[in-house]
């Protein structure tokens, strides 16, 4: 009998995929405003870096995407 181990196998090839069943309500608030922004605008979910009351917490980002 042959031993494979399919949990290697799986985790290398989705690592580069994000996690599909994770959704906050940060998430979903940045995909309904990326669904009404014009084109070329990115919404992205990071973590608050600058010194204020937020840091450490999520918040959004909205960027213009370079051509």
Do not use: H, I
């Amino acid at each position: 009998m042959v031993d494979v181990r399919l949990d290697d196998f799986l985790l290398g090839e989705l690592s580069d995929v994000d996690s599909p069943g994770v959704s906050t309500p940060m998430q979903r608030a940045a995909s309904q405003l990326q669904r009404v922004l014009p084109p070329g605008w990115r919404v992205e979910v990071v973590e608050a870096t600058y010194p204020t009351a937020r840091k450490g917490q999520p918040v959004l980002r909205l960027r213009l995407l370079e051509d």
